[in-house]
């Protein structure tokens, strides 16, 4: 491990000024299930960690006036058990559960996976899907962006020099949404998935057309990826089997996937293809049911 300098404050006034003294040089930390492999590997040399273990206000989960409201040093472990989300949210509640081993999502944190910026993470997908927003705040100020624009390429975010990402603002499903999430995991269940595919769906009342949907892909590109073209195709449609395979074919041209172990660039695409069906058909048939 390289040598670095590590402060634990109480406040979060108090982490932002650190961060505001010490600009690029340092480096914020909650679980560090990412941030400590990447330092061992070199990738990142902070000089100083800025740990918000301490800084309590930052692990709530409430739901407030029909926002679900995670905080960034909540861990996987807590959003996947907690009752409001199972009940309200249980497109985020099914995905937290997937993700990696019990150990993992017990020091994993809602903020670190987001703030990290790895395409392969399991809940970017889904948030997008639901169209939440990232709130960061610095020493100078507070601004929120929508997760989907908060990923500008390969482990880079738009999180800025001195911000903290405080929390994550999920709005409520609208009535009657169906949902999905699913991942194609060849391998053991802590590795990334080959794809991994999040929707959400709703139909007009007492019909089978298309009122909107949402279809986002982990795994697919060097960013989470919003399968625009294949959503276009859906909407104002009648949801007919024939409709859900024709819409995932348009998958195909909006992921680019890196080849690496898990599959070809070429693999990936197709199993892309496959699992948005997938995810298609089971988000639609939670919302008929």
């Given at each position: 491990?390289?040598?670095?300098?590590?402060?634990?404050?109480?406040?979060?006034?108090?982490?932002?000024?650190?961060?505001?003294?010490h600009g690029e040089s340092a480096r914020v930390v909650a679980g560090g299930t990412a941030l400590v492999?990447?330092?061992?590997?070199?990738?990142?040399?902070?000089?100083?960690?800025?740990?918000?273990?301490?800084?309590?206000?930052?692990?709530?989960?409430?739901?407030?006036?029909?926002t679900l409201r995670l905080g960034a040093t909540a861990?996987?472990?807590?959003?996947?058990?907690?009752?409001?989300?199972?009940?309200?949210?249980?497109?985020?509640?099914?995905t937290f559960h997937h993700?990696?081993?019990?150990?993992?999502?017990?020091?994993?944190?809602?903020?670190?996976?987001?703030?990290?910026?790895?395409?392969?993470?399991?809940?970017?997908?889904?948030?997008?899907?639901?169209?939440?927003?990232?709130?960061?705040r610095s020493a100078t100020g507070e601004r929120e962006v929508p997760v989907r624009e908060l990923f500008l390429d390969?482990?880079?975010t738009d999180v800025r020099p001195g911000e903290v990402?405080?929390?994550?603002?999920?709005?409520?499903?609208?009535?009657?949404?169906g949902w999905a999430w699913v991942k194609?995991?060849?391998?053991?269940?802590?590795?990334?998935?080959?794809?991994?595919?999040?929707?959400?769906?709703?139909?007009?009342p007492g019909t089978q057309r298309c009122r909107?949907?949402?279809?986002?892909?982990?795994?697919?590109?060097?960013t989470p990826v919003r399968a625009e073209a294949a959503e276009a195709a859906l909407r104002g449609e009648d949801l007919t089997p024939a409709r859900l395979r024709e819409a995932a074919q348009l998958v195909a041209d909006a992921v680019d996937p890196i080849a690496d172990f898990r599959g070809s660039s070429e693999y990936k695409r197709e199993m892309a293809v496959v699992w948005a069906r997938r995810a298609l058909e089971q988000a639609l048939a939670r919302a008929a049911a």
């Open positions: 491990m390289i040598d670095f300098d590590y402060r634990a404050p109480t406040s979060l006034d108090e982490a932002l000024a650190l961060l505001q003294q492999i990447m330092m061992k590997q070199r990738l990142v040399q902070p000089e100083l960690l800025v740990s918000l273990r301490r800084v309590p206000e930052l692990d709530a989960i409430r739901a407030d006036n029909g861990t996987h472990r807590a959003v996947e058990t907690h009752p409001v989300v199972r009940e309200r949210w249980p497109l985020l509640a099914e993700v990696a081993t019990v150990r993992i999502r017990n020091m994993a944190t809602v903020g670190g996976s987001l703030a990290h910026g790895d395409p392969n993470q399991d809940p970017p997908p889904a948030l997008i899907a639901l169209d939440a927003r990232a709130r960061l390969y482990y880079e990402l405080t929390e994550v603002l999920v709005p409520t499903p609208p009535p009657g949404a194609f995991l060849p391998r053991t269940a802590d590795d990334y998935a080959t794809v991994s595919v999040a929707c959400l769906l709703t139909r007009e909107d949907v949402r279809l986002a892909l982990g795994s697919a590109g060097t």
